[in-house]
């Protein structure tokens, strides 16, 4: 069982809708993080917050806009995707206490741009 | 710059049988290295992971890895696998301190389980 939690497991939108994916943790991790992962292929890092604020930003085009409204929550906003925006998009968080806590990954929001 | 390649690509093996999938990394400091499994249409379970110390680690479901800096690999390793193994595996490198963390993983390798 996972202890991130992503909602829509599934989402199909047109490319003219905004729509908005979700993530929570309730492990007091204080970093969070949105990776894209194509069929086939590695995760990609998109964003990282660091106590609500964003760290990184893997220059992702401007249609994707992240949001961390507290510790426990991670939005991903969508705004007039492209169909090769179709992915996995993951959700991680860790600890951030010390140098040795891993990533611990969601079971990821399916995302098909019709 | 850091990176970590997977060379295989897909591995077939029989139940019962032992399973070593391999890893290489290219960093200039110790590594923070990590393996994780991924089922299909599921998010990304870590098997285990590897800081500093003692160079064999041992992580969940019976699968354990061995660290060795002169050859720059981290192969994950178990002795007998089961049905349920059958997934994708990636083997990742951590860059930077919290805040700034960047994983890179490697392309993944599908493990096959045949009867």
Redesign the interface.
Known sequence: DTEVTQTPKHLVMGMTNKKSLKCEQHMGHRAMYWYKQKAKKPPELMFVYSYEKLSINESVPSRFSPECPNSSLLNLHLHALQPEDSALYLCASSLGQGDYQPQHFGDGTRLSIL | AQSVTQPDIHITVSEGASLELRCNYSYGATP?L?W?VQSP??????LL?Y?SGDTLVQGIKGFEAEFKRSQSSFNLRKPSVHWSDAAEY?CAVRKG???????T????TRLTIIP
Do not use: A, P, R, S
């Open positions: 923070y990590f994780y249409g599921q998010g990304l379970q870590l992971k800081f990636f301190n919290f805040g700034n963390e960047k994983l993983f490697g392309t993944g």
